[in-house]
């Protein structure tokens, strides 16, 4: 028994479909509901940890060893810690690294994060990819005594991911303006879905000066910026309850203003050109993805973080299902894992997605070009 078991008291993980893990309490005790999905990522655990896309989810990170660069106040990709719960298998004893101001341990427990530690994550990780993605509750403290049929129905009666509508719970209460890095060359209005704040960052380091507005902004909110471009960020849950953010992407493609959108921004796209999105059986989570350009024919590897996926066809241009005026649509990139959709390409207007992380925050930097994608649109459409 290590330093850390022995302090730390006991912990269990109850899936939906009563199988149970024992472990040890890990960050806050206590109780915790949410879905159990996996993350493949071998480091950047606190950019994770504060992504608003994992909101509601537990999250479980493949990797045994966590913790190790402990926490800074640098790297947060948002105000505070979105994952309901975390689940890894070695926690650090200690951090490591000189950025940090403390251990992950204890970020957690101050922002009331219930996690557990000592579990067997690799078999965990099996479980979830031979039967989805599923709800899940982990136990600590007094709570860890609780009576286990007691557990499971407390599990099995929180709310699934699907048909859940959770943008407006983590999109900002009011507008805010990023400014641009040097010389103002363009102003782009960023529907914050739950807005890493990388990205605008990177848009800002390109002379662009973004309005960040909250996920109920109209359509006259973005006309009054007078914007060159249009953008809409990743974000948690199911994009079919998106009708009124749909409902504004067609008023912005329809007005011909140039669109890029990420992650669940790729997926409103789609649903605005008339598809539909599927939840994914347990999703991409990880910075390893690899991901084909079909124009380019280049692989790239990519950071990921979403459930859903939009149902497009593969390899051909067809015409926007939604209305004749969008003109052609194609598919622009795939995973090579599993051949989902990663990107959408509008040929008549001015407009695309993806479905990965191009601000890469943590992950590679293979997809950072489709900001300088982006700025190419404004130019070409100012």
């Given at each position: 028994m290590n330093a850390?078991?022995?302090?730390?008291?006991?912990?269990?993980?109850?899936?939906?479909?009563?199988?149970?893990?024992?472990?040890?309490?890990?960050?806050?005790?206590g109780t915790t509901l949410g879905?159990?999905?996996?993350?493949?990522?071998?480091?950047?655990?606190?950019?994770?940890?504060?992504?608003?896309?994992?909101?509601?989810?537990?999250?479980?990170?493949?990797?045994?060893?966590?913790?190790?660069?402990?926490?800074n106040d640098q790297d947060d990709e948002s105000t505070r810690i979105w994952v309901a719960g975390f689940v890894v298998r070695d926690p650090a004893l200690r951090p490591s690294n000189w950025r940090a101001n403390r251990s992950l341990d204890q970020e957690l427990a101050s922002q009331g994060i219930v996690g557990i530690s000592g579990v067997d994550t690799r078999a965990l990780t099996r479980?979830?990819?031979?039967?989805?993605?599923?709800?899940?509750?982990?136990?600590?403290?007094?709570?860890?005594?609780?009576?286990?049929?007691?557990?499971?129905?407390?599990?099995?009666?929180?709310?699934?991911?699907?048909?859940?509508?959770?943008?407006?719970?983590?999109?900002?209460?009011?507008?805010?303006v990023v400014p641009a890095l040097?010389?103002?060359?363009?102003?782009?209005?960023?529907?914050?879905?739950?807005?890493?704040?990388?990205?605008?960052?990177?848009?800002?380091r390109r002379g662009i000066e973004v309005h960040v507005l909250p996920a109920s902004a109209t359509f006259r909110d973005i006309e009054a910026i007078t914007p060159d471009g249009v953008f809409?960020?990743?974000?948690?849950?199911?994009?079919?309850?998106?009708?009124?953010?749909?409902?504004?992407?067609?008023?912005?493609?329809?007005?011909?203003?140039?669109?890029?959108?990420i992650c669940f921004g790729n997926q409103l796209l789609g649903r605005a050109l008339g598809f539909g999105t599927y939840k994914l059986r347990y999703g991409h989570r990880g910075i390893n993805q690899p991901v084909m350009d079909l124009s380019t024919r280049k692989v790239e590897v990519t950071a990921h973080n979403h459930g859903f996926a939009v149902d497009a066809p593969i390899g051909e241009v067809i015409a926007a299902p939604a209305d004749?005026?969008?003109?052609?649509?194609?598919?622009?990139?795939?995973?090579?894992?599993?051949?989902?959709?990663?990107?959408?390409?509008?040929?008549?207007?001015?407009?695309?997605s993806v479905q990965y992380h191009p601000e890469a925050a943590?992950?590679?930097?293979?997809?950072?070009?489709?900001?300088?994608?982006?700025?190419?649109?404004?130019?070409?459409?100012?």
């Open positions: 850390h078991t022995a302090r730390s008291g006991s912990a269990v993980l109850v899936l939906e479909d009563g199988r149970r893990f024992a472990g040890h309490a890990f960050g806050a005790r879905e159990a999905v996996f993350n493949t990522g071998m480091t950047g655990y606190q950019e994770t940890l504060t992504d608003p896309s994992y909101h509601r989810q537990v999250v479980v990170m493949t990797a045994p060893h966590i913790g190790n660069t402990g926490w479980h979830l990819r031979e039967r989805g993605a599923m709800r899940v509750g982990i136990f600590s403290g007094e709570r860890v005594e609780t009576d286990p049929a007691r557990q499971l129905a407390l599990v099995n009666a929180a709310a699934p991911m699907a048909g859940a509508a959770l943008a407006p719970d983590v999109s900002t209460p009011q507008a805010y040097g010389e103002r060359r363009y102003t782009v209005a960023a529907l914050d879905l739950g807005i890493k704040a990388m990205t605008p960052e990177l848009l800002a809409f960020s990743n974000g948690p849950g199911d994009p079919a309850t998106a009708d009124s953010e749909v409902a504004l992407l067609r008023q912005v493609l329809t007005a011909r203003i140039p669109f890029f959108g004749p005026a969008y003109g052609r649509v194609r598919v622009s990139h795939v995973c090579l894992n599993d051949d989902v959709v990663e990107g959408l390409e509008c040929l008549d207007l001015p407009a695309f943590a992950g590679p930097h293979d997809a950072n070009y489709l900001f300088d994608r982006f700025v190419s649109l404004l130019e070409s459409n100012r």
